[in-house]
């Protein structure tokens, strides 16, 4: 594979990034692996042609969910299932971002504030909807966090 790819961008500007800003430990773990990803960092892969016996070396992967290399796939096969469900109408994308001060309840207690979050941005939305053109709306909605847990 050629061309730049990410690691390649984190590679040369990381560092000076990191001189000016803080990052989370789950920001950092998420670029480590990012950088690592298909190097030889994680290990090596042997793969040999049935034909003529040439063995090839290819670094692992890092696995890592933010990882265009490793999802690129996944995620693309998941765009184009959403795509197939869609109505023909149009979509907009909204985001709903807690305020700094609650993530120490986001860590405690995820299931009961995330359950308030989107309950409060859907009872939004359809107040929105109905003001002025009574409309109904649907909604898809997505929790998006730098941890996993």
Not at 7 to 17: F, T
């Amino acid at each position: 594979m050629s061309g730049l790819h990410l690691a390649d961008i984190l590679n040369s500007g990381l560092g000076n990034y990191r001189q000016h800003h803080t990052m989370s430990y789950q920001q950092l773990r998420v670029c480590q692996h990012l950088q690592s990803c298909r190097t030889g960092q994680l290990g090596y892969q042997a793969w040999q042609c049935d034909n003529c016996s040439e063995v090839q070396q290819i670094g692992c992967s890092c696995r890592d969910r933010h990882c265009p290399r490793c999802q690129g796939m996944a995620t693309a096969k998941w765009v184009q299932k959403q795509q197939e469900d869609l109505l023909p109408c149009r979509y907009f994308h909204l985001v709903f971002t807690l305020p700094h001060e609650l993530n120490i309840i986001a860590h405690y207690n995820p299931n009961a504030l995330y359950q308030c979050l989107f309950k409060a941005a859907w009872q939004t939305l359809s107040k929105f909807a109905k003001r002025k053109r009574h409309g109904q709306l649907g909604m898809t909605s997505v929790l998006h966090t730098w941890g996993q847990n």
